[in-house]
């Protein structure tokens, strides 16, 4: 990713002075040497910290005491971008940040107010990275180090401060905790290419597919546990529809979905008289037959009626209303009459006596009002309701009395019939029973179909199985162990090239970046070495800056890699000059072929990380923060320098410290 740091901003709480700004050169290796105490070490924590770091790294004392806001200028593929970010005073961290983005940042504002926070900045950070939405885990919930992939993730690869660059047991940035580390370890095949966002969403979906089969599965496994159970609940249910006369006896078997179908048959009928022989009918059973159509007939005739007779009588309670609201604003507006009959022309306020239109306006407006009321009142008084409705009213009236009769004489004839006759009350429970089975049998042949071989829930099985192979094909297919692993050949490859040319005991041995381990193997003819268990701080020195630039190496060949291409490392020559600014002019030591030999080997790095980043023809920034003066790394292609800290130059202006 083309994200590079164009400069640094201090900003001091003394208003009288201007900010303080660090510039650098893109595509470059930028060098800022100095003595001791001048603030070299504070750059990785300013730029970690406007980058939305969690924690606030930089010095106490000095830089905190006299800088209230921090700030870094970043150039993007999108422009440029300033990220400020206030000092946090006995915080640990504060959420408050400035943003301004442009396509290039001429002028920096003198001074600062909030106008986003650390989490909006993060965000955007991701955005730029082109960082996938989803986890590791697939979508699975408790996925802990498993989160989505987040652009703090990245500054693993980008810093490396004076107690890692040539540690033995540390490799990448902050990976000395446990919470780094496994965050570490889980995106690394991202950042490799050997998992990409495509592969993510398909992971995404396998999951999500996997999680919805087994939840089909156990419903399907539920519902075939009981298959005994509802095989024969279903006969039983023919059976009895069959003695309830309802579905005709059958010679031959019948299977599970001819019983379906015929049962459903039973249900959308809607004549559900019994089917009872001839022979066994007798005359009280005809007796009853014939008193309870009378009684279904008689029901219907009741029904319509009382509809009827609740329509009218609501017609009637309406025109009683509508007389009542006439005659509610005739009384209201009577007073207007007997206001305009006291008016004269000369004082028309009958009220007050003023002579005004408006009043005459308004009670000529209330008289018509008055006028028409009266017109409607009059019009409807002439207007009577018809004899017919009256009659109508009376007749239907007689007619829902009379139906109540009947029906009652069809019930009291019935409760006798079934009270003398035994065949007729087990016919009366035969066609309660039989109501009952119909209202059962549909709410249970549902259950039936969900559980036949071709049911839907079957069939939702079967799709799902089919997606989750044909996914696991897929990504099968990619291979992403394989895709890791040649990603990882090509680094190692990378770095060994780069390693005969530094200060390095072996440096013709292959090297092997351990992505679970977060170190390097070291591939000897006899024995296989990890780091730590190698010595000399030069080797560690030249194992970091190999692999380091070996992994930006092979970030910009690939097309979409998340990573910024800049790397800030601090204090490079410390394993050769650990207390001293180094000079070719200076007398450090009693044997100056010995300090020849380190300035030499510094040389060689620097002049590595020159050719490397020309190389990558732009794409790619380095800033190193060294005691080392430019007699060692200067005049070496693509490493230019800052003014040297010295003789009180510093990160923090002297002035600013003047104040009280």
Same mark, same amino acid.
């Given at each position: ?43 990785? %924590? ?150 990409? %966002? ?308 072996? %440096? ?153």
């Amino acid at each position: 990713m083309y994200f590079q740091i164009r400069g640094i901003v201090l900003w001091p709480r003394n208003g009288d002075f201007q900010p303080r700004t660090l510039k650098f050169e893109l595509g470059k290796v930028n060098v800022i040497s100095g003595a001791s105490r001048t603030g070299k070490s504070a750059v990785i %924590p300013i730029i970690d910290y406007c980058l939305g770091s969690s924690t606030c790294s930089i010095p106490v004392n000095t830089i905190r005491k006299y800088c209230e806001w921090f700030g870094i200028v970043i150039a993007t593929a999108q422009g440029e971008k300033l990220l400020a970010r206030k000092e946090p005073g006995a915080q640990r961290s504060t959420d408050e940040m400035f943003l301004l983005e442009a396509d290039n940042i001429s002028k920096i504002p003198s001074r600062l107010t909030k106008n986003t926070n650390a989490t909006a900045v993060k965000r955007l950070l991701d955005d730029l990275a082109n960082l996938s939405n989803l986890d590791f885990s697939g979508g699975e919930e408790g996925s802990g180090f498993d989160g989505r992939p987040a652009f703090r993730d990245l500054a693993a690869f980008t810093f490396q401060p004076q107690n890692v660059v040539a540690n033995p047991d540390v490799l990448f940035f902050k990976t000395n905790t446990y919470e780094h580390r496994e965050k570490l370890r889980k995106i690394f095949p991202y950042v490799l290419g050997a998992i990409t %966002p495509a592969l993510m969403a398909k992971q995404f979906e396998l999951n999500r597919t996997r999680q919805l089969l087994r939840r089909k599965e156990r419903e399907l496994k539920d519902a075939q546990e009981v298959s005994a159970r509802w095989l024969a609940d279903l006969r039983s249910k023919f059976s009895e529809a069959q003695e309830l006369g309802l579905i005709p006896k059958l010679e031959e078997e019948v299977s599970r979905d001819q019983m379906i179908e015929l049962l459903d048959e039973v249900i959308t009928r809607t004549d559900l008289t019994l089917a009872v022989s001839t022979t066994t009918i007798s005359d009280a059973l005809r007796e009853l037959s014939s008193l309870e159509s009378e009684e279904r007939e008689v029901s219907r005739e009741l029904t319509t009626l009382r509809h009827r007779l609740e329509e009218m009588n609501r017609m009637r309670v309406g025109v009683q209303q509508y007389e009542a609201a006439l005659s509610v604003q005739r009384g209201r507006l009577q007073l207007s009459s007997w206001l305009m009959s006291h008016a004269s022309d000369d004082s028309d306020c009958p009220m007050c006596g003023s002579n005004t239109d408006s009043a005459k306006r308004k009670l000529q407006v209330l008289s018509q009002r008055l006028e028409e009321v009266e017109t409607a009142a009059g019009a409807d008084k002439n207007k009577e309701v018809p004899a017919a409705f009256d009659r109508e009213l009376q007749r239907v009236t007689t007619d829902v009395e009379n139906s109540t009769e009947r029906l009652r004489a069809v019930q009291i004839r019935k409760r006798a019939l079934t009270g003398r006759s035994k065949e007729a009350r087990e016919q009366q429970f035969s066609a309660k029973r039989t109501e009952r089975f119909i209202g059962n049998l549909e709410s249970s042949l549902d259950l039936h179909r969900k559980l036949g071989s071709d049911s839907e829930l079957v069939e939702e099985v079967r799709t799902l199985k089919e997606a989750a192979l044909a996914l696991e094909g897929e990504l099968r297919e990619q291979d992403v162990e394989a895709r890791k692993r040649r990603a990882l050949r090509t680094i190692n490859a990378n770095a060994g090239k780069l390693l005969p040319h530094l200060d390095i005991e072996n %440096p013709n041995d292959p090297i092997s970046l351990e992505t679970n381990d977060l170190t390097i193997k070291v591939l000897g003819s006899e024995r296989d070495d990890y780091l730590s268990e190698i010595g000399s701080g030069s080797n560690w020195l030249s194992y970091h800056l190999a692999v380091l630039l070996s992994l930006h190496q092979f970030y910009l060949t690939q097309k979409h890699s998340p990573v910024p291409a800049f790397l800030v490392l601090d204090q490079p020559s410390q394993v050769y000059f650990p207390k001293h600014v180094t000079s070719r002019d200076v007398e450090v030591e009693d044997d100056p072929k010995i300090r020849d030999e380190d300035v030499d080997a510094v040389r060689k790095a620097f002049e590595v990380m020159g050719n490397v980043v020309q190389g990558e023809k732009g794409k790619l920034q380095l800033i190193v923060l060294d005691h080392a003066s430019s007699e060692v790394w200067g005049g070496i292609d693509g490493v230019v320098g800052l003014p040297e800290w010295r003789d009180g130059t510093k990160l923090v202006p002297m002035e600013w410290l003047s104040e009280a």
